[in-house]
């Protein structure tokens, strides 16, 4: 049975604007990384959080699984990139921020 929904209504859905930001963020993130640009780092975790989401609504759930640990190792590639990594969050979020400023700015 075909889907009822106007084609505009089908396009400009949750779930192909998800793929969208996840597509694009990925793609784009991956060349900024290639050019050793920090800001690739967060373009992955928008792209990670997006693709997430969309999986998590289809009920893909070990793609769920695979994308969260892509957010985890983009936080782990975001230190490993910093001078020294910070002992605890709060002290970590604030040296990231310093240290993607360098790259983006």
């Known amino acids: ?39 690739g780092f967060v373009l992955w975790l928008l792209s990670n959080t997006a693709l997430t989401c969309l999986q998590f609504r289809t009920r893909l759930f070990g793609l769920v699984a695979l994308h969260m640990a892509y957010v985890y190792l983009c936080f782990q590639g975001i230190a490993s990139w910093a001078e020294k990594a910070p002992a605890s969050l709060s002290a970590w979020v604030p040296a990231w921020l310093i240290f993607v400023s360098r790259f983006v700015a």
């Not at 106007?6 to 963020?25: A, D, H, I, Y």
């Open 1 to 39: 049975m075909s889907d009822k929904k106007p084609l505009l209504e089908r396009l400009f859905s949750l779930e192909n604007f998800l793929q969208l930001v996840g597509v694009v963020g990925g793609l784009w993130g991956n060349y900024l990384i290639n050019q050793t640009n920090a800001a």
